[in-house]
């Protein structure tokens, strides 16, 4: 702001000193040249009633007459010249060439002559020209000063202001606005306030409403908790305890997105990402989906090697690969697979489903937030929120293909367990169905809630051996990045 003012003022001073200065300067010289001219007329006035006088008299005419008006001149260095019956008289330095000249005739019949050098011209000219370059640069020098007054005197307040804005984004100003003396800015400062004060409010209610909303739903959950911990605790059905167990594990991980979502917008910094083992992710997820999957004739499948460390949070993550398979079963068709390609330093989560694939046009803005498809009845959130999810932990979350859709989650690798073989094979899940009733959820027994970190697959129906790193990605996927969203 200070430059700007300081160089606005500055081009108006020097136009002005142009337009108006040029035309002064032309009408100085003029003047000076005038003023030189009226004075050579005086002095040869003054020489001929001298000469007049003298020849009046009877009187002869001599240089030394003529010298006293030469001396009498202390800022010129003139030359006079009389010719009077064929004599000439003459006083004062030769004047050169292109002297500046003015002559006369008197009643006696002589002939009068004055010059002025043009060295005396040029020196009276050049003094109009400092004069008048002096003045320029005081009225540029003014400019300047009255410039950088002003441009302090706005920028000052402009500066608290920013400050002002800034402390009020951040919720920490709570002092009144000292008035700058400039009411446009006064005026935008207290609109400010205003405002601030308002969005306050609102977060303040805001997070009332949070935790309300937190402590209601913990309370249910809780309750929940602690009648599915009962059940488990006297049932003797294997099948009814295993029920339980899921059951309790997704109200654990429904508690902690609860949580995570409450404490969010409170905490002034980001996660920090630890070792998560994707095996015990998918399993948790294989378990849980896909009882839903069958219920739609439908295969969910999940390919993950023994061994699979990244770097991320647990709840997030899980939170992610489960949007990714409830987008699939509800928006998809056919087998969803979930496949785990890692190398040392990048794994990626693939996700994909034989349907009909992502519109181009959806596809472009699948993961902004409201976007769905036409016949989605979601609120266009979860990808948008899976990506945010990703991005926190350092990750990324893309589309790789519209058809079939295919997305992948692209993580940092950890450090695992070198000793185990990296093939990839299948997670399958089943356990014993219930007396009478159709075998919705197929789940094969598994240890007791609490021992998630041991699961193991009950058998692999795909493996492969060596690395299984990124070349047999399709070329461009991992670096294919458009702002898209899925719901």
Do not use: C
Not at 185 to 206: H, K
Not at 315 to 323: D, R
Not at 404 to 415: D, K, Q, Y
Not at 460 to 466: D, S
């Amino acid at each position: 702001m200070r430059q700007r003012v300081l160089q606005a003022t500055v081009i108006t001073v020097l136009l002005a000193v142009l337009m108006l200065g040029i035309p002064l300067g032309y009408s100085w010289l003029k003047l000076v040249e005038q003023n030189l001219s009226n004075q050579e007329n005086s002095i040869l006035d003054k020489v001929r009633v001298a000469t007049e006088t003298r020849l009046q008299e009877d009187g002869e005419l001599d240089d030394a007459l003529l010298q006293r008006f030469v001396d009498e001149q202390s800022d010129l260095n003139i030359a006079i010249t009389v010719v009077h019956e064929g004599k000439t008289y003459t006083a004062g330095d030769p004047p050169g060439d292109d002297a500046m000249k003015k002559n006369t005739n008197g009643a006696s019949g002589q002939s009068i002559s004055v010059y002025i050098p043009q060295s005396d011209v040029r020196a009276h000219t050049a003094s109009a020209w400092v004069l008048m370059t002096v003045a320029g640069l005081a009225a540029l020098s003014i400019g300047i000063s009255v410039a950088l007054w002003q441009a302090q005197r706005i920028s000052m307040p402009l500066a608290r202001l920013s400050r002002r804005a800034e402390e009020i984004g951040s919720g920490r100003s709570r002092g009144p606005w000292d008035p700058s003396g400039i009411s446009e800015i006064d005026d935008v400062a207290e609109e400010l306030a205003r405002s601030g004060a308002m969005l306050n409010e609102r977060l303040e209610a805001e997070s009332r409403l949070a935790s309300d909303a937190s402590h209601q739903l913990r309370t249910p959950l809780t309750a929940l908790s602690m009648r599915l911990d009962e059940i488990l605790a006297v049932s003797s059905e294997e099948w009814v305890r295993e029920e339980a167990r899921i059951s309790l594990e997704q109200i654990d991980r429904l508690t902690e997105v609860v949580h995570d979502l409450i404490n969010a917008p409170r905490s002034s910094q980001r996660r920090t990402p630890g070792v998560v083992e994707l095996r015990s992710v998918l399993t948790q997820q294989s378990e849980e989906w896909s009882p839903a999957y069958r219920r739609a004739g439908r295969e969910l499948r999940v390919l993950v090697p023994r061994t699979a460390a990244v770097w991320g949070s647990t709840g997030p993550l899980t939170q992610v690969v489960a949007t990714l398979i409830e987008n699939a079963l509800a928006h998809g068709g056919g087998r969803t697979t979930v496949k785990v390609r890692r190398n040392d330093h990048s794994t990626v989560v693939e996700v994909t489903d034989e349907g009909g694939g992502i519109d181009a046009e959806l596809g472009a803005r699948i993961f902004e937030r409201s976007v769905s498809g036409r016949s989605s009845s979601g609120t266009g959130v979860g990808l948008a929120l899976a990506r945010t999810l990703v991005e926190d932990d350092g990750g990324r979350l893309e589309l790789l293909t519209e058809s079939p859709a295919t997305f992948g989650v692209f993580l940092i690798s950890a450090p695992g367990d070198d000793g185990e073989d990296d093939h990839s094979e299948e997670l399958h899940s089943g356990r014993p169905s219930r007396p009478g009733r159709e075998n919705r959820s197929g789940r094969s027994g598994r240890p007791a809630r609490g021992g998630r970190a041991d699961m193991m697959a009950s058998g692999v129906t795909g493996a492969r051996t060596g690395r299984d790193d990124f070349d047999s990605l399709p070329q461009g996927s991992v670096v294919r990045r458009r702002p898209r969203t899925r719901d």
